[in-house]
């Protein structure tokens, strides 16, 4: 027998054991990861396991895991009856249970273990996907139930933490809403069991922690945002902070309403691992609005497929501007019969496309693009090693960002100095 105070939202969490996942996302001091080693520990010490914990990188865990197991066991005066061992790194109990400690840097060092019924991925979002699913396979026993738990800091909605285990707008896939997580705190989805936790969970922390994370709020708005409330967001610099989506109906209604609107097509080529991205367009230059109301999306397409896919273009007689970099593939639908030109490129091209939709007062984008709204609603500036933004490069590869740069090529938004207006 063995007694430890906890703290009280933890409480569930430590003596469920009726979910294959348990998913765990939380704020800085939240005592997420001490819950989870002692939920672990006290398992291992009723029933004969053996646990796998990762992270990504296996130099860390010396001094986070690792050190989080001696540290419980040493509390439950536990330390005399269980072993641990350095060299390599693992914790053995009297009744044969073991915890093993591997990280995904290597990952050949994974094939050689069996019969591991617990999985712990520690700061799981720094871990690949794919590492994920390896981890999956080595989860695996002749008669164990078998848990993973992963635990995290919450990082932004494009990882695959969150795409995997709240939702991909991209692909249509909806499991929880993050939002119904932050309020109701611990909520089970079929085989998931979620938590979350903040620093007030932890009846341990000493109040001077408290305020420096508060402290957050003002001069760094993404850290607090991670580390005093725990949430999934957008990390760094947004592109286009005017971009918003609409119901389609409303927007082609607003499209009705423009006097004089201008209509564009825009496409940007791809094949494996990017994308055919097509958009149509429409101007309200009065007002400086840029409409996305239809969109085409697909990868793994030839040409000709694409051009079958794509005929009502050739039908309407509407001009696509597309990709110049292809001079290939807009011969190819040239001569099946489209109306196409390649775009203008030059030096420094793409960071001056970028401040071009950057001028428009709004981005309102259809419900029927839902790739155009996974890509461009939450966009952000890549950062160079020193933290800078990167003013033409990005977070992820958009392609119907470059759908829209070409598609608006020869136009021009008249910025506030009153610049020049084409519409070539």
């Known amino acids: 027998m063995v007694e430890k105070e906890v703290n009280p939202h933890f409480e569930d969490f430590i003596f469920d ?27 291992l010490l009723e029933e004969k396991r053996t646990a796998l ?21 040493i509390e439950l005066g536990l330390d005399e009856k269980i072993r641990f061992i350095v060299s390599p790194m693992q914790i053995r109990f009297p009744n044969g249970s073991k915890i093993i400690f591997k990280g ?11 019969n591991v019924s617990i999985v712990w991925i520690e700061e799981c979002s720094e871990v690949k996907y794919a590492g994920f699913k390896e981890l999956l396979g080595r989860l695996r026993h ?8 992963l635990s995290t800091n919450p990082v932004s909605t494009a990882n695959w933490c969150y795409l995997h285990f709240f939702q991909n707008k991209k692909k249509k896939v909806f499991v929880l809403d993050d939002e119904d997580l932050y309020r109701d705190r611990i909520v089970i989805v079929k085989n998931t069991y979620y938590h979350h936790s903040v620093a007030d969970d932890n009846l341990f922390l000493p109040p001077s922690y408290i305020e420096q994370l508060d402290e957050l709020e003002t001069h760094d708005p993404d850290l607090y945002r991670i580390a005093r409330k725990g949430r999934f967001g957008v990390n760094g610099l947004i592109v286009l902070p005017q971009f918003v989506e609409w119901p ?51 990868n793994k397409m030839t040409d000709d497929r694409t051009a079958e896919e794509i005929a009502e273009f050739k039908e309407s007689g509407e001009l696509i501007r597309a990709d110049s970099a292809e001079p290939k593939t807009i011969q190819f639908f040239k001569q099946k019969g489209f109306r196409m030109k390649g775009a203008k490129k030059f030096q420094g091209s793409r960071l001056q496309n970028t401040k071009k ?11 029927n693009c839902p790739n155009t709204i996974a890509e461009l609603k939450d966009l952000t500036y890549a950062v160079d090693k020193n933290g800078e933004i990167i003013e033409d490069e990005f977070s992820i590869d958009p392609h119907t960002f470059s759908a829209i740069w070409y598609g608006l090529d020869g136009y021009e938004v008249s910025d506030l100095k009153g610049g020049s207006i084409s519409f070539d």
Request: glycine letters at 4%; aromatic letters at 14%.
């Open 357 to 367: 939709v950057k001028r428009f007062k709004k981005i309102i984008c259809s419900s």
């Open 248 to 298: 389609h109906d409303s927007v082609m209604d607003a499209i009705k309403r423009i006097n004089s609107p201008i209509k564009r097509a825009g496409m940007d080529f791809g094949f494996e691992t990017s994308y055919n991205a097509l958009l149509r367009l429409a101007i309200d230059h009065q007002e400086k609005i840029l409409y996305i109301y239809w969109e085409y999306y697909k």
């Open 142 to 149: 002749p008669t164990l139930p078998l848990h993973m738990i």
């Open 17 to 43: 054991w009726n979910h294959k996942f348990y998913f765990l996302v939380g704020g800085y001091g939240s005592s997420k990861s001490y819950h989870v080693a002692l939920k672990i520990v006290l398992k």
């Open 53 to 73: 914990v990762v992270r990504e990188v296996y130099d860390t865990i010396r001094d986070s895991c690792f050190a989080l197991f001696e540290e419980i066991c």
């Open 104 to 114: 995904m840097d290597k990952p050949a060092k994974l094939k050689s273990i069996h």
